[in-house]
């Protein structure tokens, strides 16, 4: 790994310094991003792209029960600069290594430091302390000040629910986008994030967090609905209990007077904006991965294996043309098995129902054999990954994975945590270091953004937190094909999701219902397929039953085919709510897809960027009556063109993929 470390310890000049304020300024590598951070009776910051202010001053801060402020009235004891160049060896990612340019500015105050990174695409700022005792962290203040009113794609918690905000704290972190005014907040709800914000000069903002480790995750409001959002915080929790139903989740029933509860010396998370200056450069932005904490070196996570997993929640284990009665048992899973055996998939997840009880991990029902599955699996090279609700399985991370390891259960999908406060944040980190130990996956379901924890944990292989394919089972009036084309500019900006695209039941939009158990898409097949390049997803799920899969090979080898991580990743062209079109690669081959909204789109893309020639290439296409028949789709093997450009059609709801080899000379 390549370090440039060009360090200016206290020479770092103030830009002015009078009547105890000091101004600071960093700019980007590049010289096109700078913040401005300003210290006296507060400390405020401000950033501006080419020179035009995209963030006005903004105060930030953190006050403790015992009264000090970090950020308060204090001037730095020093002001040190550096300029870092380093390549990152990403692991389970859209690419394979990252460039990680920055320049960093880090104010030592009296008890704690306040660092501030600038990068080519996007600020972070963070807080350390240096205290050497316990602390409690009593409220912090994170404002996101803006010149104007500017538009804004936002996720309102609890869209449907007025409750107060400590009743909106609990949730599964999925909703649409609202798109309007920051001014025109509505007052009755937080926001979850990434948030993005529509500046001037086609610059667009999206404010997340990274390297969340223990502290509670942060929500938006804007209660005077003005320019400015302001940072929400969980409370710490003091009691938790289950809820009345199933036990699958915990619900806070008190409450501290303070959101954390800290060691002496810690880092607090970054409070992170992407920036681009158009759409599609936010789709391939890295900023959250790059500001996470590495792995470990001590520790090998080469056993880390990403894979595609035949999964029987989404299809309600609706199999057919067999002999025996689907549902919980062996001959059921037997056939998923049998299937992803067939096709080459590397996992089969056994989804709620396993278990006696969803309170009790440790009890299999009776209609399955585990360990004869387990077994019945790996002679045919699949493994099983188990579900668990978050209440059982927090009681105690550590047994079940030394029990399930051992079985040769190959990781959990945990689900139904639907809160940030720190003690539910560090039961992500927890039970990602403890799955780590015994060789086992993580897939977070139920749950909050990414914030780099799948860098920190590689075994931390998947995250739910977004409104997935699941939301047509049951969402009459849900628009999936927007939020389709909105999600890689915002949510994918935190990281991968656990999507579960792959339907082969495909809708128009007049001709979709929702039917919970043998649910459909909107949009077209196409649309489906290119999901599985465009969406980031290491450990990608095929929603739809076996029998419908064996009854549409074609489209079936395919996703089976795609890779589920990379080795580069290519922005081509998209604008957020309307179109996206990504290139991705692995080894010798590269993936070309593009997704539409509503509205048909004829697109040209340019290849400019495969250097090496290719002689042919595999197109999955919209069929001429996709607009009609969403399951119409053409695969046809054509000429690479000559001009490195593809001209494609793209039905209302649409997709298109693209299969290009490089040759070998």
Same mark, same amino acid.
């Given at each position: 790994?390549?370090?440039?470390?060009?360090?200016?310890?206290?020479?770092?000049?103030?830009?002015?310094?009078?009547?105890?304020?000091?101004?600071?300024?960093?700019?980007?590598?590049?010289?096109?991003?700078?913040?401005?951070?300003?210290?006296?009776?507060?400390?405020?910051?401000?950033?501006?792209?080419?020179?035009?202010?995209?963030?006005?001053?903004?105060?930030?801060?953190?006050?403790?029960?015992?009264?000090?402020?970090?950020?308060?009235?204090?001037?730095?004891?020093?002001?040190?600069?550096?300029?870092?160049?380093?390549?990152?060896?990403?692991?389970?990612?859209?690419?394979?290594?990252?460039?990680?340019?920055?320049?960093?500015?880090?104010?030592?105050?009296?008890?704690?430091?306040?660092?501030?990174?600038?990068?080519?695409?996007?600020?972070?700022?963070?807080?350390?302390?240096?205290?050497?005792?316990?602390?409690?962290?009593?409220?912090?203040?994170?404002?996101?000040?803006?010149?104007?009113?500017?538009?804004?794609?936002?996720?309102?918690?609890?869209?449907?629910?007025?409750?107060?905000?400590?009743?909106?704290? %609990?949730?599964?972190?999925?909703?649409?986008?609202?798109?309007?005014?920051?001014?025109?907040?509505?007052?009755?709800?937080?926001?979850?994030?990434?948030?993005?914000?529509?500046?001037? %000069?086609?610059?667009?903002?999206?404010?997340?967090?990274?390297?969340?480790?223990?502290?509670?995750?942060?929500?938006?409001?804007?209660?005077?609905?003005?320019?400015?959002?302001?940072?929400?915080?969980?409370?710490?929790?003091?009691?938790?209990?289950?809820?009345?139903?199933?036990?699958?989740?915990?619900?806070?029933?008190?409450?501290?007077?303070?959101?954390?509860?800290?060691?002496?010396? =810690?880092?607090?998370?970054?409070?992170?904006?992407?920036?681009?200056?158009?759409?599609?450069?936010?789709?391939?932005?890295?900023?959250?991965?790059?500001?996470?904490?590495?792995?470990?070196?001590?520790?090998?996570?080469?056993?880390?294996?990403?894979?595609?997993?035949?999964?029987?929640?989404?299809?309600?284990?609706?199999?057919?043309?067999?002999?025996?009665?689907?549902?919980?048992?062996?001959?059921?899973?037997?056939?998923?098995?049998?299937?992803?055996?067939?096709?080459?998939?590397?996992?089969?997840?056994?989804?709620?129902?396993?278990?006696?009880?969803?309170?009790?991990?440790? %009890?299999?029902?009776?209609?399955?054999?585990?360990?004869?599955?387990?077994?019945?699996?790996?002679?045919?090279?699949?493994?099983?990954?188990?579900?668990?609700?978050?209440?059982?399985?927090?009681?105690?991370?550590?047994?079940?994975?030394?029990?399930?390891?051992?079985?040769?259960?190959?990781?959990?999908?945990?689900?139904?945590?639907?809160?940030?406060?720190?003690?539910?944040?560090?039961?992500?980190?927890?039970?990602?270091?403890?799955?780590?130990?015994?060789?086992?996956?993580?897939?977070?379901?139920?749950?909050?953004?990414?914030?780099?924890?799948?860098?920190?944990?590689?075994?931390?292989?998947?995250?739910?937190?977004?409104?997935?394919?699941?939301?047509?089972?049951?969402?009459?009036?849900?628009?999936?094909?927007?939020?389709?084309?909105?999600?890689?500019?915002?949510?994918?900006?935190?990281?991968?999701?656990?999507?579960?695209?792959?339907?082969?039941?495909?809708?128009?939009?007049?001709?979709?219902?929702?039917?919970?158990?043998?649910?459909?898409?909107?949009?077209?097949?196409?649309?489906?397929?290119?999901?599985?390049?465009?969406?980031?997803?290491?450990?990608?799920?095929?929603?739809?039953?076996?029998?419908?899969?064996?009854?549409?090979?074609? =489209?079936?080898?395919?996703?089976?085919?795609?890779?589920?991580?990379?080795?580069?990743?290519?922005?081509?062209?998209?604008?957020?709510?309307?179109?996206?079109?990504?290139?991705?690669?692995?080894?010798?081959?590269?993936?070309?897809?593009?997704?539409?909204?509503?509205?048909?789109?004829?697109?040209?893309?340019?290849?400019?960027?495969?250097?090496?020639?290719?002689?042919?290439?595999?197109?999955?296409?919209?069929?001429?009556?996709?607009?009609?028949?969403?399951?119409?789709?053409?695969?046809?093997?054509?000429?690479?063109?000559?001009?490195?450009?593809?001209?494609? %059609?793209?039905?209302?709801?649409?997709?298109?993929?693209?299969?290009?080899?490089?040759?070998?000379?």
């Amino acid at each position: 790994m390549k370090h440039v470390l060009i360090a200016i310890f206290c020479a770092f000049t103030a830009l002015s310094s009078f009547a105890g304020v000091k101004r600071y300024n960093l700019t980007s590598p590049d010289g096109k991003i700078s913040i401005d951070v300003v210290t006296g009776n507060e400390v405020t910051y401000s950033v501006k792209v080419d020179d035009h202010i995209v963030l006005a001053p903004s105060k930030i801060g953190m006050k403790l029960t015992d009264g000090t402020v970090f950020g308060g009235s204090s001037t730095p004891r020093s002001a040190k600069t550096i300029s870092v160049n380093n390549q990152i060896e990403a692991l389970c990612y859209t690419k394979k290594q990252i460039v990680d340019l920055y320049k960093e500015l880090k104010l030592s105050f009296s008890g704690y430091e306040l660092i501030f990174r600038a990068y080519n695409d996007g600020v972070a700022y963070r807080f350390v302390s240096k205290r050497r005792k316990p602390f409690q962290v009593l409220s912090e203040t994170a404002d996101f000040s803006f010149p104007a009113s500017w538009p804004a794609f936002i996720p309102y918690v609890c869209q449907n629910d007025e409750g107060e905000f400590n009743e909106q704290l %609990h949730n599964s972190f999925e909703s649409p986008y609202t798109r309007h005014a920051i001014a025109s907040w509505d007052k009755k709800h937080l926001a979850f994030l990434p948030l993005m914000i529509e500046a001037d %000069h086609g610059v667009k903002l999206c404010i997340t967090e990274s390297d969340l480790l223990d502290y509670p995750g942060m929500f938006l409001y804007n209660g005077d609905c003005d320019n400015t959002l302001s940072g929400y915080f969980p409370e710490f929790a003091l009691e938790k209990s289950v809820g009345d139903g199933d036990g699958r989740s915990l619900y806070v029933q008190k409450t501290a007077p303070y959101i954390a509860e800290c060691e002496g010396e =810690c880092t607090f998370p970054w409070r992170a904006i992407g920036i681009s200056r158009n759409d599609v450069e936010m789709a391939n932005n890295d900023l959250v991965y790059k500001l996470a904490s590495a792995p470990d070196s001590k520790q090998d996570f080469s056993w880390v294996k990403p894979g595609k997993v035949a999964w029987d929640w989404w299809n309600a284990m609706n199999i057919y043309g067999v002999d025996f009665k689907s549902g919980v048992n062996n001959e059921t899973y037997k056939y998923y098995i049998d299937f992803a055996s067939k096709f080459g998939i590397q996992y089969v997840i056994m989804d709620e129902g396993w278990s006696i009880g969803f309170e009790d991990l440790f %009890h299999v029902v009776p209609q399955i054999d585990l360990k004869g599955l387990i077994a019945y699996a790996e002679e045919r090279g699949v493994g099983i990954i188990l579900w668990a609700g978050y209440g059982p399985f927090q009681k105690d991370v550590e047994k079940a994975c030394k029990i399930y390891s051992e079985m040769g259960v190959k990781g959990f999908k945990v689900d139904f945590m639907d809160a940030c406060d720190q003690d539910v944040v560090r039961f992500h980190r927890d039970a990602a270091s403890i799955a780590a130990k015994y060789h086992m996956l993580m897939d977070f379901h139920g749950t909050y953004k990414p914030t780099g924890l799948h860098r920190t944990y590689p075994n931390v292989i998947n995250y739910e937190g977004v409104y997935g394919l699941e939301n047509m089972k049951w969402a009459d009036e849900a628009d999936q094909v927007t939020y389709d084309v909105t999600i890689p500019y915002i949510r994918f900006f935190a990281g991968p999701a656990d999507y579960t695209q792959g339907a082969m039941r495909n809708a128009t939009k007049g001709n979709f219902r929702a039917v919970n158990s043998e649910a459909m898409s909107q949009g077209t097949r196409c649309r489906q397929l290119a999901q599985y390049v465009i969406f980031s997803s290491p450990l990608n799920m095929l929603c739809d039953a076996p029998s419908n899969y064996l009854k549409e090979i074609e =489209c079936t080898e395919y996703i089976a085919s795609v890779p589920e991580v990379w080795d580069e990743t290519v922005a081509i062209d998209g604008k957020v709510g309307e179109y996206i079109v990504l290139a991705r690669r692995k080894n010798d081959t590269w993936y070309v897809a593009a997704l539409t909204n509503w509205d048909s789109r004829d697109i040209e893309i340019n290849l400019d960027f495969i250097k090496s020639p290719a002689n042919s290439m595999t197109i999955f296409r919209d069929g001429v009556n996709a607009d009609k028949v969403a399951r119409d789709y053409k695969k046809v093997t054509t000429e690479y063109p000559k001009n490195k450009v593809i001209k494609a %059609h793209l039905a209302p709801g649409g997709g298109f993929v693209a299969i290009i080899k490089e040759s070998q000379l």
